[in-house]
């Protein structure tokens, strides 16, 4: 096994790993998501008037839906279907008057979840000079052969790794790096659960380690579930399949970076 996989997994079944990864990623939640006042009134009239049709149209036109059906994402995407099923729109607004106003107010304006806006936050802990170099502009990153970490846009970082790296992949980059005179790049992801989004998001950080021909270092900075000891899809694969992949935490990085 990689040394820092098997390093990752000794820290999130040793130490105190989650308080030490809240400072990567300070998961906080943004405040509630706002309704314009105009379209509420709207909606409390609908409501109020039991008129069916125009409390559904209303709702639609929110970010967030108050309950969670299954008919309700093809509803919004062809609306003339609210005329031509009347069982289906009465059986979901159904359950909208039994919940009350207030309920659907509380349940409309849920702030998003956590887990949709990580993206940016390891960029943010790289600013802070973690890497004991501050992330650089490319004039200042090209001027020199010292160490450093590239700071720039997910497209002036794809853009760097094509002309100057062969890169030649289709998922973007989180981080590029030059330490020891080598250049190094790579995803960065936290993956809060096992299944689904979370499975596809661990591929692509796969996928990016496994790019043919790049002239840099390649890994895939992970942290979350994955590191969890047991039979779960993830950890079998970091253990066996991908075992000798630079696969690590971002707790890690730092050691690894200075070691290449």
Known sequence: MNPWTELSIQYAGQRSYLDDLFQVYPTIPEGIREINHDRWSRIETAFHHRENHNLLN????????PIKDSYIAYLKRDRTAIERNPKTINRICGRLYEMGLDTIFARCTEPKETNRQIGPFFKRWLDKGVLGVPPVAIAEFTATDEDAVLKGSDAQLMDFARERLNYRHSK??????RFNGKYVIGEAKFLTDFGGHQNAQFNDAISTVEAAGVNAVKIAILDGVLYIKGNNKMYRSITTTYAEYNI??????????YQI
Do not use: H, M, P
Not at 58 to 65: C, N, P, Q, S, V
């Open 248 to 257: 690590l935490s971002a707790l890690v990085l730092r050691e690894f970076l």
């Open 58 to 65: 209303e709702l639609l036109k929110l970010d967030l839906f």
């Open 172 to 177: 973007g980059l989180d981080f590029i790096g």
